[in-house]
């Protein structure tokens, strides 16, 4: 159990670019979640997956922002064309819950910090 | 639609003092609660879960909270405060049923005065 990797840890980043964000969850975990924290705030979910599968993406996302979890592995964050308001730590979680009862420990990683410029 | 509200962003304490730290919470179902530390430089971990089994929930490093329905809350204790609880502390809601985000306070930063 090598916890959960996420990478980079930090991307700057000028404003308009598009910006890449992997997350390698805790093998064998079947749950793998997004969040975004500001300075002060607690983490802002913004979207979850259940194997492969999207359950969940939060209405606060634009239409800039895009998840994807090929074969229910690592999953990759994009945002595109770039906001300053984007600028945030960006944090996987993963879980194992096969029971789907909802009550199973988050696994995070350190996050990726992103600056926009 | 669930959330959770902790009441004090920021908290002191003496070390050796009791620590509590306030969440209320909103949900149309039963919930699952969950208090959640981030540490300086460190990745979220979890401090304890409420899933039903029993109101007193203990969790690690001598925290303690306890649901109680006709409040809507579920408050961390610890009886007394060490140096290295300086840290910062979610509280967190799921609405059971399985497929729920899971969605997280503000947070409560606790500095412990030695």
């Known amino acids: 159990d090598t916890g959960v990797s996420q990478n980079p840890r930090h991307k700057i980043t000028k404003r308009g670019q598009n910006v890449t964000f992997r997350c390698d969850p805790i093998?064998?975990?079947?749950?793998l979640y997004w969040y975004r924290q500001t300075l002060g705030q607690g983490p802002e979910f913004l979207t979850y997956f259940q194997n492969e599968a999207q359950l969940e993406k939060s209405r606060l996302l634009s239409d800039r922002f895009s998840a994807e979890r090929p074969k229910g592995s690592f999953s990759t964050l994009e945002i595109q064309r770039t906001e300053q308001g984007d600028s945030a730590m960006y944090l996987c979680a993963s879980s194992f819950d096969p029971g789907s009862l909802g009550n199973e420990k988050l696994f995070f990683g350190s996050g990726t910090q992103l600056s926009v410029l | 639609a669930q959330s959770v509200t902790q009441l004090g962003s920021h908290v002191s304490v003496s070390e050796g003092a009791l620590v509590l730290l306030r969440c209320n919470y909103s949900?149309?179902?039963?919930?699952?609660l969950f208090w959640y530390v981030q540490y300086p430089n460190q990745g979220l971990q979890l401090l304890l879960k409420y899933t039903s089994a029993a109101t007193l929930v203990k969790g690690i490093n001598g925290f303690e909270a306890e649901f109680k329905k006709s409040e809507t809350s579920f408050h961390l204790t610890k009886p007394s405060a060490h140096m290295s609880d300086a840290a910062e502390y979610f509280c967190?809601?799921?609405?059971?049923?399985?497929?729920?985000?899971?969605?997280f306070g503000t947070g409560t930063k606790l500095q412990v005065i030695p």
């Open positions: 967190a809601v799921r609405n059971s049923g399985g497929y729920q985000k899971v969605t």
């Open positions: 093998s064998e975990h079947n749950r």
């Open positions: 949900s149309s179902v039963p919930p699952y």
